[in-house]
């Protein structure tokens, strides 16, 4: 009987080192995902590619341009150096961050912050140094989403402080109707508003009013918005960005336009990983209910300010459709290609 035990033992023992031997390793992103300090990721999918459209992460007089990254795969990025720098953008003269990105009519456009733009009443407002005297939002186009690309309006598409909102962070969401609705807002209040056909300006509200301050519990900047299974999820930063308190919380909603209640905080500090994670995007993995936390953290030491690097991590559910906690990994997430096959 022994003898018969420790056969099948020997049996066992050799079939699982054998396909230890044969099977391939599992291919990941790591963490980050591409070398630079970069921050504010904005993720998404065009032309069966991956991309993610970052800050340069550097002091606001150096952080003049903006590179992009691509994939196939999740796992090799290739860099797209300076698609869009301040001497195309002649109103923009420092601290260009936050792009987001849509595509519209075969059309690529990058909305972006700029010149971190105040006014007198704020605490950061100086008489003597007009770059922030005047900016805001810009909108730069493009045939491809790797660029170049060229100033939309040679303006600011918004450049007031409309409910107090400073004019930073946008993110642009097509509803499933068409609808493009605009998200916005730093100093802790979030407005919406609806884009025009050719994204030069707003439809106006039943009020006349162009935007609806949307602002939930504990907002500070960076909106995001996706759709999963009939509910909209709105996701926003909160706590100072400087800092370990930076994190992500979210709210669900029957509708794009809320009500956005905040349910909890699904991405923060972890001291043995890092710090500072926040100011996220989410990429759905084409014909998948795959979801990937597009997002940036401050790794452990941290060098600087402005020391933040671009990472991946899975995002998932609970039956009820609420968010997982998210965990920071150094392994990221692992290899993805696009299929474009239909979710069952």
């Not at 009939?230 to 909603?253: C, P, Q, R």
Request: proline share 6%.
């Amino acid at each position: 009987m022994n003898q018969k035990i420790y056969l099948a033992l020997f049996f066992l023992l050799a079939v699982i080192q054998f396909i230890a031997c044969n099977s391939e390793p599992v291919e990941t992103s790591g963490n980050p995902v591409f070398e630079g300090w970069y921050a504010d990721p904005e993720g998404a999918v065009f032309d069966d590619r991956y991309w993610i459209f970052p800050t340069w992460s550097d002091d606001f007089e150096k952080q003049v341009f903006f590179d992009c990254f691509s994939s196939k795969d999740l796992v090799s990025w290739e860099k797209h150096a300076n698609i869009l720098d301040t001497a195309e953008v002649k109103w923009a003269k420092q601290a260009m961050w936050a792009p987001a990105i849509i595509e519209k009519d075969n059309k690529y456009f990058l909305f972006f912050g700029a010149n971190d733009v105040q006014r007198p009443s704020s605490p950061w407002w100086d008489e003597n140094h007009p770059y922030n005297h005047y900016g805001g939002i810009g909108v730069a186009v493009s045939d491809s989403p790797a660029g170049p690309f060229r100033d939309y309006l040679g303006k600011p598409l918004i450049d007031t402080f409309y409910n107090d909102a400073q004019p930073i962070d946008q993110f642009v969401f097509q509803d499933l109707d068409g609808t493009y609705y605009f998200f916005y807002g730093g100093w802790g209040h979030c407005n919406l508003g609806k884009l025009n056909n050719d994204f030069t300006g707003f439809i106006p509200r039943e009020d006349g009013t162009l935007f609806k301050e949307i602002t939930p519990e504990g907002y500070v900047e960076g909106p995001f918005m996706f759709h999963r299974m009939g509910k909209y999820y709105f996701m926003w930063s909160e706590g100072g960005w400087t800092n370990d308190s930076y994190k992500v919380a979210y709210a669900m909603a029957d509708k794009a336009t809320g009500p956005f209640n905040r349910i909890g905080s699904i991405l923060q500090s972890d001291t043995t990983i890092a710090t500072g994670a926040g100011h996220h995007s989410v990429i759905n993995v084409p014909g998948t209910d795959e979801w990937i936390m597009v997002y940036h953290r401050r790794p452990i030491p941290n060098e600087d300010r402005d020391h933040r690097v671009t990472c991946l991590d899975k995002m998932e559910f609970n039956e009820n459709g609420t968010i997982k906690q998210i965990k920071m990994t150094f392994e990221g997430v692992e290899k993805r290609v696009i299929k474009n096959e239909p979710v069952k």
